[in-house]
Each structure stands twice: as C-alpha cells, then as structure tokens.
Nanobody, 121 residues
Framework: QVQLVESGGGLVQPGGSLRLSCAAS????????MGWYRQAPEKQRELVAT???????NYADSVKGRFTISRDNAKNTVYLQMNSLKFEDTAVYYC???????????????WGQGTQATVSS
C-alpha cells in the first residue's frame, strides 16, 4: 500500500558530499514525521535526522552542522544533504516515515529498503 524508495547513495571521498532522497508513494492520506536512520556494519541502527510536516528538525549530535534534512510535502519526499563526510558516516541509510494511509485511522511507521553511502579515500 505504501512504498518508500531511496536514492542518492554512493562512494565519496572524505570531505565530499552526497544527497539522499526518499519518495513515499501509495495510498497516502497524511505523512507526519519523516527521517533518516543509518546502520554501520556490526552496529545498531541509529537516528540521523528527523523533520516534522511543519519543518521542525532534529539531528544526531554527530551530524549537526554537516547534514541538512528537508522535505517537499507536495512530493511526499524527504532529502538528506550530507556535507563534510567522514569515514564514520559510512553506513546503509534508511528512510522512515509515519504515514496514515487512506485505509487506516492511525499512522504507522514505514521504512525504505536502504541506500549505501561509503566514505573512502
């Protein structure tokens, strides 16, 4: 009923930039919070950044000042601009969204399939 499709991952050198996108599609009635999480090898998935439908943002301390989350409500899309990338930013990045569908009375959490971002020299 709902799909989140991420794009924009890849290989970049330290100090470089990547821009991730995540588009939600399907029987969407309303999207509240959207966000990005990441999981490095042998580590737990962790929050990177979130953004409300009104544009209020929240960032992990490790990415503050380097990453910027934004969204286009008309396109049901969330973005993550990642600048000044470090080796430790290497991870699979997952998109998350709280979505109420046209078939439900309450929102639930949906996840994308993940996109790999690798920082390497």
């Amino acid at each position: 009923q709902v799909q989140l499709v991420e794009s924009g991952g890849g290989l970049v050198q330290p100090g470089g930039s990547l821009r991730l996108s995540c588009a939600a599609s399907g029987s969407i009635f309303r999207i509240t919070e959207m966000g990005w999480y990441r999981q490095a090898p042998e580590k737990q998935r962790e929050l990177v950044a979130t953004i409300t439908s009104g544009g209020i943002t929240n960032y992990a301390d490790s990415v503050k000042g380097r990453f910027t989350i934004s969204r286009d409500n008309a396109k049901n899309t969330v973005y993550l601009q990642m600048n000044s990338l470090k080796f430790e930013d290497t991870a699979v990045y997952y998109c998350n969204a709280n979505i109420r569908t046209t078939f439900s009375s309450f929102p639930r959490s949906y996840w994308g399939q993940g996109t790999q971002a690798t920082v390497s020299s």
